[in-house]
């Protein structure tokens, strides 16, 4: 994991010192609410329904153990105990008092954390696969290009005031676990014909209101021009992004309007004159950081540990823990494993204080201390031994952290939505415990297989539902809160945009629609075919017929408006 | 007259800022006496005009400088810069970063080396960030309470006009590299 160094902490230090000053003019009334605005924003401070909320990055989702307890000692001294993993690396508190926040930036600097651009117009918290490191199909490890990244992307002053929020994810291989295709610039490592290494380039994706999935803008870009081709990109961006609109400003949009091609060819042109520039990466640096995230130390074994396939066979829950929550690992005798925060009753992706004391001590305990956050909003532990699954998963038992669910109908992924959210129009996390609840038997949901169902609460599609097999945007129909739902959305190589069914349901409705998709599935699905591949073969006409459970024609008239 | 930060000082604001009235074209617009900063229309329809009148002011108290809107490209000055004392970048709000880009390319690209002035909706914590892109000057109110802010951060990653080497080639690595 990398250490931060001397300049890192003043940088981060520096920025605590200069939001308390921006803060305290603020409450004297020296800046006004609008000029705050985008100065609490880039600092990840939103004011929201009920109170502000803190959003913590944690770039690309790597932890340390007392980074945890720091977290969970925020939570206990500033907030109400409970954190919230979001979809993109970041940790947030929903209770903080404004007047606090310095205060709680300043415990974060403690362990080399920070809020700095995990808001506002720039350039956000850069992402990554949750496995990368140890993951088997990776071409290479994107931690220390996602660290490079963050150094030029942390306070880059040309691009401090953007038109619109700026997403980046690097994914260490084809298998796009940190799904650059919906990213508004994303980076897939590859290597050319001579195995050097380096990035297919993807620009122009995004969700939210106008969901546009990012297309190729350089098949490959050599690892020396990773931050000079990034500043072509994000200078095209920032000068000709469109600011008169701020549903047209992302840069998906541009790329839009211009084409990929012609998007292409000005970037080219910008990366001429920056190519081979102070910008281009040298060998010493790159190693210096890669050096950091070198493989733990970890012991020889065989991939077949006698205890864990006694008890995998001798104990069926055990078994279906391990097959939903454990991911294949690198390192024979080793598994990653994911620590749910899924639990019935749980709002999704949500944490106490004390699960995360607990988490931490398991890190240590089980691995080498360190953790990564999921998109999915779980937490992973990295490198656990075969050998001791069996007791790491009696712990995580006592600590409601072992669901069985990972990657199944509810794993869901969720915004924090109208409880908390003022932008949303309905409340997410009751439908979730609604859904939750209507598929707790095992038996049915293990028969369902794998399905990912995301829910959000507003347009702005913080819960992803675009690429949910099963998408549900809460939607407000003259002051009800009623649901739309899309089918067809995936991530990684295969993404895809969901398709709206029709017109929307209340919120009650809600749980047996879903049921009566995924029974349409169970009815036409071929032997080992998963639902979104039952949802493309036979489309989705036929599964709006059965979530009506009515004639199509009714719904055929409001189509049009849906996604608009 | 107003007072503006320059170079970390803050120094006496001696020009005048002329803006351009939808019913007057840039070659009627009437100009005062003294150091002008004209809209870019102006520079461009009357650019030998201007030259002369400085050559032939008296005191040299009718320096030249031209302002740009972020949406003007700042490579119609490329041939021009000899000719002007100030270049003003506007900003029509704080968070508007076109002017950033635009002040990278007027230093860098084309090496512009005088005065680089910021103005319009200029407020004290983009300080940091106006400064490493080029500029220079920043016509701001309150400037003895905002100098503070020039000095919000005393290190930083990127290459920028302030600092052309980024932080890993400043360190002892660039050397075995």
Known sequence: MYAYTETDRRIVAERVIQYRDQTRRHLASELSADQFRPLRLQNGLYVEKHNPMLRIAIPYGQLSAPQLRLLAHVARSYDRGVGHFTTRHNFQLNWVRLGQVPDILAELAQVDMHAIQSSGSCIRVVTTDPLAGVSPVEVADPRPWAEIFRQWSTLHPEFAALPRKFKVAFSGGPDDAASVRTHDLGFEMVRDAAGDVGFRVWVGGGLGRTPILAQVVREFLPWTDLLSYAEAILRVYNLAGRRDNLYKSRIKILVQSLGIKAFAQRAEAEWQHLKDGPLTLIAAEVARIADQFAAPDYETLTDLDARFEFMRRFDREFAAWVKTNTHAHRQPGYVAVTLSLKAPGQAPGDATAEQLDAVAELAERYGFGELRTAQTQNLILPDVRKRDLYNLWQETRKEQLATASVGLLTDIVACPGGDLCSLANARSLPLAAAIQQRFGDRGELVDIGALRLNISGCVNACGHHHIGAIGILGVDKNGEERFQITLGGATGPGAAIGDVIGPSFPAAEVPETVARIVDHYRACRRPKEGFIDTVRRIGTKSFAAAAYAQEISIIEDEREVANG | ?177
């Open chain 2, 1 to 177: 007259m107003a007072n503006l930060i320059k170079n970390g000082d803050i120094v006496a604001n001696d020009w005048t800022t002329i803006t351009l009235d939808a019913e007057v074209s840039p070659g009627d617009v009437k100009l005062p006496y003294g150091n002008v900063l004209l809209p870019l229309a102006v520079w461009q329809a009357r650019k030998w005009d201007l030259i002369q009148r400085q050559w032939h002011s008296l005191d040299g108290g009718g320096k030249l400088g031209v302002w740009l809107s972020p949406d003007e490209d700042p490579a119609v000055l490329a041939e021009d810069l000899q000719d002007l004392d100030v270049i003003a970048v506007r900003f029509p709000a704080a968070g508007d970063g076109r002017g950033y880009s635009i002040a990278s390319l007027l230093r860098i690209r084309y090496g512009y080396k005088r005065e680089l002035r910021a103005i319009g909706t200029v407020e004290r914590d983009y300080l940091h960030f106006l400064h490493r892109v080029g500029f220079n000057a920043f016509e701001i109110e309150n400037p003895e309470a905002a100098l503070a802010s020039l000095g919000d951060f005393s290190e930083a990653y990127q290459p920028a006009v302030d600092q052309p080497l980024p932080l890993f080639r400043r360190s002892g690595l660039a050397l075995a590299a």
